[in-house]
T-cell receptor
Framework: GQQVMQIPQYQHVQEGEDFTTYCNSS?????IQWYKQRPGGHPVFLIQ?????EVKKQKRLTFQFGEAKKNSSLHITATQTTDVGTYFC??????????FGAGTILRVKS | EAGVTQFPSHSVIEKGQTVTLRCDPI?????LYWYRRVMGKEIKFLLH????????ESGMPNNRFLAERTGGTYSTLKVQPAELEDSGVYFC????????????FGNGTRLTVT
């Protein structure tokens, strides 16, 4: 079936370094959503991108949606320990249900 | 507003036993979803209710899983009989409108089948 793939699976960074996770879909998406799950917590919605080539910022987080609407990225500038968690992208596929990527686990060393 | 609530938070059962998970969505949210995350892997879709109707149950693994949403309010997910591979975290999520709406997740139920 249609899939959403995310890389990398894990990323360990030193506090202050940047971090990027990439998301690719096997098909064009009408929109893409990003969620963050803290250790022991539940996924929390971060943002939604709808337009081709869209870029949105939330403080140190920058989200991009590709021109073809098949890929997306989340970039965190100058990571902090509070950024620790798993970042998921998700897109409506296979009949409009929200399909999640496998997530990227971010660990930040202080 | 109150968030999505799930009960129990943890459940440990033996293979062959039955477990029922409950989810109370945010009031007014017609859309209710069940997802499962196994061993830190992806969050896999199980099914989707719109009010009391099953909109999509293509993710349900097999007929040992039964989900209901009587009256279009809370939902239950029953696993009977449970197998070892059913272990994982079961998340419920709700949303207002179908298109483009972000999902609001509950804290999940961690199910361990021994």
């Amino acid at each position: 079936g249609q899939q959403v793939m995310q890389i990398p699976q894990y990323q360990h960074v030193q506090e202050g370094e940047d971090f990027t996770t990439y998301c690719n879909s096997s098909t064009t998406l009408s929109n893409i959503q990003w969620y963050k799950q803290r250790p022991g917590g539940h996924p929390v919605f971060l943002i939604q991108l709808v337009k081709s080539g869209e870029v949105k910022k939330q403080k140190r987080l920058t989200f991009q949606f590709g021109e073809a609407k098949k890929n997306s990225s989340l970039h965190i500038t100058a990571t902090q320990t509070t950024d620790v968690g798993t970042y998921f992208c998700a897109g409506p596929l296979n009949g409009n249900k929200l399909v999640f990527g496998a997530g990227t686990i971010l660990r930040v060393k202080s | 507003e109150a968030g999505v609530t799930q009960f129990p938070s943890h459940s440990v059962i033996e293979k062959g036993q039955t477990v029922t998970l409950r989810c109370d969505p945010i009031s007014g949210h017609d859309n209710l979803y069940w997802y499962r995350r196994v061993m830190g892997k992806e969050i896999k879709f199980l099914l989707h209710f719109v009010k009391e109707s099953k909109q999509d149950e293509s993710g349900m693994p097999n007929n040992r899983f039964l989900a209901e949403r009587t009256g279009g309010t809370y939902s239950t997910l029953k696993v009977q009989p449970a197998e070892l591979e059913d272990s994982g975290v079961y998340f419920c999520a709700s949303s207002q409108a179908l298109v483009y709406s972000p999902l609001h997740f509950g804290n999940g139920t961690r199910l361990t089948v021994t």
